[in-house]
Antibody
Framework: EVQLLESGGGLVQPGGSLRLSCAASGFIFSNYAMSWFRRAPGTGLEWVSAITPSGDKTYYIDSVRGRFTIARDNSKNTLYLVINSLRAEDTAEYYC???????????????WGQGLPVTVSS | QSVLTQPPSVSGAPGQSVIISCTGSSSNIGAGYDVHWYQQVPGTAPKLLISENINRPSGVPDRFSGSKSGTSASLAITGLQAEDEADYYCQSFGGGWVFGGGTKLTVL
Protein backbone atom coordinates (compact mmCIF):
# COMPACT_ATOMS: atom_id res chain seq x y z
CA GLU A 1 0.00 0.00 0.00
CA VAL A 2 1.35 3.41 -1.00
CA GLN A 3 1.74 5.74 1.96
CA LEU A 4 3.12 9.25 2.33
CA LEU A 5 3.61 10.27 5.95
CA GLU A 6 4.44 13.89 6.63
CA SER A 7 6.10 15.38 9.67
CA GLY A 8 7.75 18.59 10.82
CA GLY A 9 5.03 21.21 10.70
CA GLY A 10 4.16 23.60 13.49
CA LEU A 11 4.10 27.17 14.75
CA VAL A 12 7.03 29.37 13.81
CA GLN A 13 7.76 33.05 14.08
CA PRO A 14 8.09 35.25 11.00
CA GLY A 15 11.57 34.93 9.59
CA GLY A 16 11.98 31.48 11.05
CA SER A 17 12.63 28.15 9.38
CA LEU A 18 11.11 24.71 9.22
CA ARG A 19 11.94 21.41 7.60
CA LEU A 20 9.01 19.35 6.40
CA SER A 21 9.50 15.64 5.76
CA CYS A 22 7.47 13.15 3.76
CA ALA A 23 8.30 9.50 4.34
CA ALA A 24 7.25 7.27 1.47
CA SER A 25 6.48 3.57 1.55
CA GLY A 26 4.79 0.96 -0.60
CA PHE A 27 6.48 1.91 -3.86
CA ILE A 28 9.92 2.42 -5.39
CA PHE A 29 10.44 6.00 -4.26
CA SER A 30 13.41 6.64 -6.54
CA ASN A 31 11.26 6.02 -9.63
CA TYR A 32 8.90 8.92 -9.03
CA ALA A 33 9.01 12.69 -9.17
CA MET A 34 7.46 14.29 -6.11
CA SER A 35 5.82 17.61 -5.32
CA TRP A 36 4.79 19.77 -2.42
CA PHE A 37 1.48 21.61 -2.36
CA ARG A 38 -0.13 23.94 0.10
CA ARG A 39 -3.56 25.28 0.89
CA ALA A 40 -3.78 28.52 2.81
CA PRO A 41 -6.92 29.33 4.81
CA GLY A 42 -9.74 30.44 2.55
CA THR A 43 -7.85 29.70 -0.64
CA GLY A 44 -7.46 26.86 -3.10
CA LEU A 45 -4.81 24.25 -3.59
CA GLU A 46 -1.46 25.60 -4.78
CA TRP A 47 1.46 23.68 -6.25
CA VAL A 48 4.67 24.83 -4.53
CA SER A 49 7.64 22.78 -5.67
CA ALA A 50 8.69 19.62 -7.49
CA ILE A 51 11.76 17.41 -7.74
CA THR A 52 12.74 14.82 -10.31
CA PRO A 53 13.20 11.16 -9.35
CA SER A 54 16.96 11.44 -9.03
CA GLY A 55 16.81 14.86 -7.43
CA ASP A 56 18.85 16.48 -10.18
CA LYS A 57 16.21 19.06 -11.05
CA THR A 58 13.96 21.15 -8.86
CA TYR A 59 11.12 23.56 -9.61
CA TYR A 60 9.38 26.25 -7.60
CA ILE A 61 6.60 28.79 -7.83
CA ASP A 62 7.93 32.32 -7.98
CA SER A 63 6.69 33.31 -4.53
CA VAL A 64 8.88 30.75 -2.76
CA ARG A 65 11.93 30.56 -5.01
CA GLY A 66 15.02 31.42 -2.99
CA ARG A 67 13.30 30.72 0.34
CA PHE A 68 12.14 27.13 -0.09
CA THR A 69 14.36 24.18 -0.94
CA ILE A 70 13.01 20.82 -2.03
CA ALA A 71 15.24 17.80 -1.64
CA ARG A 72 15.04 14.05 -1.40
CA ASP A 73 17.02 11.18 0.06
CA ASN A 74 16.25 8.11 -2.01
CA SER A 75 18.19 5.90 0.40
CA LYS A 76 15.71 6.91 3.11
CA ASN A 77 12.65 7.13 0.86
CA THR A 78 12.06 10.62 2.14
CA LEU A 79 11.14 13.94 0.56
CA TYR A 80 11.94 17.24 2.25
CA LEU A 81 10.93 20.86 2.04
CA VAL A 82 13.12 23.34 3.86
CA ILE A 83 11.33 26.61 4.37
CA ASN A 84 13.36 29.68 5.31
CA SER A 85 12.44 33.34 5.92
CA LEU A 86 8.89 32.34 6.71
CA ARG A 87 6.17 34.92 6.16
CA ALA A 88 2.62 35.12 7.41
CA GLU A 89 1.40 34.30 3.92
CA ASP A 90 3.20 30.93 4.11
CA THR A 91 0.66 29.83 6.72
CA ALA A 92 -1.05 26.84 5.18
CA GLU A 93 -1.59 23.12 5.24
CA TYR A 94 1.29 21.51 3.31
CA TYR A 95 0.95 18.27 1.36
CA CYS A 96 3.42 16.04 -0.41
CA UNK A 97 2.22 14.14 -3.45
CA UNK A 98 3.51 11.53 -5.87
CA UNK A 99 3.65 12.51 -9.49
CA UNK A 100 2.45 10.03 -12.11
CA UNK A 101 2.76 10.06 -15.87
CA UNK A 102 1.01 7.28 -17.77
CA UNK A 103 1.81 9.05 -21.04
CA UNK A 104 3.53 12.25 -22.15
CA UNK A 105 0.27 14.14 -21.79
CA UNK A 106 -1.12 12.65 -18.58
CA UNK A 107 0.84 14.06 -15.63
CA UNK A 108 -1.08 14.05 -12.36
CA UNK A 109 -0.77 13.25 -8.65
CA UNK A 110 -2.05 9.88 -7.56
CA UNK A 111 -1.15 9.74 -3.87
CA TRP A 112 -1.08 12.48 -1.27
CA GLY A 113 0.19 12.86 2.26
CA GLN A 114 -2.20 13.58 5.09
CA GLY A 115 -1.26 17.26 5.39
CA LEU A 116 0.95 19.24 7.73
CA PRO A 117 -0.09 22.54 9.34
CA VAL A 118 2.41 25.35 9.19
CA THR A 119 1.50 28.52 11.07
CA VAL A 120 3.65 31.61 10.86
CA SER A 121 2.86 33.99 13.67
CA SER A 122 4.57 36.01 16.36
CA GLN B 1 -5.68 33.94 -10.56
CA SER B 2 -5.79 30.28 -11.52
CA VAL B 3 -4.81 29.17 -15.01
CA LEU B 4 -7.85 26.89 -15.26
CA THR B 5 -11.25 28.42 -14.59
CA GLN B 6 -13.82 26.70 -12.40
CA PRO B 7 -17.04 28.03 -10.90
CA PRO B 8 -16.47 28.97 -7.25
CA SER B 9 -19.44 26.99 -6.07
CA VAL B 10 -22.19 24.61 -7.12
CA SER B 11 -24.95 23.04 -5.11
CA GLY B 12 -27.59 20.38 -5.37
CA ALA B 13 -30.02 18.42 -3.28
CA PRO B 14 -29.38 14.80 -2.34
CA GLY B 15 -30.06 12.55 -5.30
CA GLN B 16 -29.65 15.31 -7.83
CA SER B 17 -26.81 15.78 -10.31
CA VAL B 18 -24.29 18.57 -10.74
CA ILE B 19 -21.64 19.39 -13.30
CA ILE B 20 -18.44 21.26 -12.56
CA SER B 21 -16.73 22.87 -15.51
CA CYS B 22 -13.03 23.51 -16.04
CA THR B 23 -11.94 25.85 -18.79
CA GLY B 24 -8.39 26.11 -20.00
CA SER B 25 -6.68 27.25 -23.17
CA SER B 26 -4.76 26.10 -26.20
CA SER B 27 -1.63 26.10 -24.01
CA ASN B 28 -2.85 23.38 -21.67
CA ILE B 29 -6.07 21.42 -22.11
CA GLY B 30 -6.32 22.42 -25.76
CA ALA B 31 -2.75 21.28 -26.35
CA GLY B 32 -3.87 17.75 -25.66
CA TYR B 33 -2.90 17.46 -22.02
CA ASP B 34 -5.22 15.32 -19.97
CA VAL B 35 -7.43 16.74 -17.24
CA HIS B 36 -7.52 15.24 -13.77
CA TRP B 37 -9.88 15.92 -10.90
CA TYR B 38 -9.30 15.91 -7.15
CA GLN B 39 -11.71 15.91 -4.27
CA GLN B 40 -10.79 17.54 -0.98
CA VAL B 41 -13.17 16.98 1.88
CA PRO B 42 -12.68 19.64 4.57
CA GLY B 43 -9.88 18.74 6.95
CA THR B 44 -8.51 15.96 4.78
CA ALA B 45 -5.93 15.57 2.02
CA PRO B 46 -6.82 15.88 -1.65
CA LYS B 47 -7.77 12.63 -3.31
CA LEU B 48 -7.46 11.73 -6.99
CA LEU B 49 -11.01 11.39 -8.27
CA ILE B 50 -10.68 11.22 -12.05
CA SER B 51 -7.47 10.71 -13.99
CA GLU B 52 -6.77 11.17 -17.67
CA ASN B 53 -10.11 12.84 -18.35
CA ILE B 54 -12.37 9.87 -17.73
CA ASN B 55 -10.71 7.24 -15.55
CA ARG B 56 -11.87 6.49 -12.04
CA PRO B 57 -9.23 5.13 -9.67
CA SER B 58 -10.18 2.06 -7.73
CA GLY B 59 -12.71 2.83 -5.03
CA VAL B 60 -14.22 5.93 -6.66
CA PRO B 61 -17.97 5.43 -7.16
CA ASP B 62 -19.29 5.45 -10.70
CA ARG B 63 -21.48 8.40 -9.71
CA PHE B 64 -18.41 10.46 -10.62
CA SER B 65 -17.53 10.84 -14.28
CA GLY B 66 -15.29 13.10 -16.30
CA SER B 67 -15.21 14.35 -19.84
CA LYS B 68 -13.04 16.59 -21.97
CA SER B 69 -13.65 18.51 -25.17
CA GLY B 70 -11.44 21.09 -26.80
CA THR B 71 -10.12 23.46 -24.18
CA SER B 72 -12.56 22.42 -21.46
CA ALA B 73 -13.43 19.53 -19.21
CA SER B 74 -16.26 18.65 -16.89
CA LEU B 75 -16.85 16.60 -13.79
CA ALA B 76 -20.33 15.18 -13.38
CA ILE B 77 -21.64 13.90 -10.09
CA THR B 78 -24.93 12.03 -10.10
CA GLY B 79 -27.04 10.86 -7.17
CA LEU B 80 -25.57 13.47 -4.83
CA GLN B 81 -24.84 12.31 -1.32
CA ALA B 82 -24.00 14.32 1.78
CA GLU B 83 -20.49 12.87 1.76
CA ASP B 84 -19.85 14.47 -1.63
CA GLU B 85 -19.72 17.90 -0.01
CA ALA B 86 -16.15 18.96 -0.69
CA ASP B 87 -13.91 21.12 -2.80
CA TYR B 88 -13.14 19.89 -6.29
CA TYR B 89 -10.10 20.86 -8.35
CA CYS B 90 -9.23 20.27 -11.97
CA GLN B 91 -5.60 19.96 -13.05
CA SER B 92 -3.73 19.76 -16.30
CA PHE B 93 -0.32 20.66 -17.66
CA GLY B 94 1.05 23.30 -19.96
CA GLY B 95 4.56 24.51 -19.42
CA GLY B 96 4.08 23.48 -15.82
CA TRP B 97 1.35 22.26 -13.55
CA VAL B 98 -1.91 24.15 -13.95
CA PHE B 99 -4.86 23.98 -11.60
CA GLY B 100 -8.31 25.38 -11.29
CA GLY B 101 -9.18 27.54 -8.34
CA GLY B 102 -11.50 24.93 -6.91
CA THR B 103 -15.26 24.52 -6.75
CA LYS B 104 -17.08 24.13 -3.47
CA LEU B 105 -19.90 21.63 -3.73
CA THR B 106 -22.69 22.09 -1.23
CA VAL B 107 -25.22 19.32 -0.80
CA LEU B 108 -28.40 21.07 0.27
Amino acid sequence: EVQLLESGGGLVQPGGSLRLSCAASGFIFSNYAMSWFRRAPGTGLEWVSAITPSGDKTYYIDSVRGRFTIARDNSKNTLYLVINSLRAEDTAEYYCARERWNSAKSGHFDYWGQGLPVTVSS
Amino acid sequence: QSVLTQPPSVSGAPGQSVIISCTGSSSNIGAGYDVHWYQQVPGTAPKLLISENINRPSGVPDRFSGSKSGTSASLAITGLQAEDEADYYCQSFGGGWVFGGGTKLTVL
